[in-house]
C-alpha cells in the first residue's frame, strides 16, 4: 500500500474515534443532531482552552474524561456525564 494511503486510513481512522466520542458523551442526541449547535459548542470549548482558564479547564476535563473511560471499562457501562 502507498504511503499516502496508509496516512489517509490513519487520517479517517482518527476522524472517526472523534466522530465517536460525541456520541458516546451524548452530544448527538442532547442537539437533535444540529450541526450548528455541535460546532458552537465546540468552538467555545476552543475559546475556553485559549483563555486564562485554559491550563484549570484541561485538567479538569482531562480527569472527568479518564474517570469516565474507566467507568466504562470497569463496568462495561457508560460513564457519568455530570
Do not use: C, P
Request: aromatic content about 8%; hydrophobic content about 40%; overall charge positive.
Amino acid at each position: 500500500m502507498r504511503t499516502w494511503q496508509v496516512e489517509r486510513r490513519k487520517r479517517t481512522r482518527h476522524l472517526i474515534e472523534l466522530g465517536g466520542l460525541t456520541v458516546k458523551a451524548g452530544i448527538i442526541e442532547l442537539t437533535n443532531d444540529d450541526r450548528a449547535t455541535i460546532y458552537g459548542a465546540l468552538l467555545w470549548v476552543a475559546a475556553k482552552l485559549q483563555s486564562h482558564e485554559g491550563e484549570h479547564v484541561r485538567d479538569l476535563w482531562a480527569a472527568k474524561g479518564k474517570q469516565a473511560f474507566d467507568a466504562e471499562r470497569d463496568h462495561g457501562q457508560k460513564g457519568e456525564w455530570t
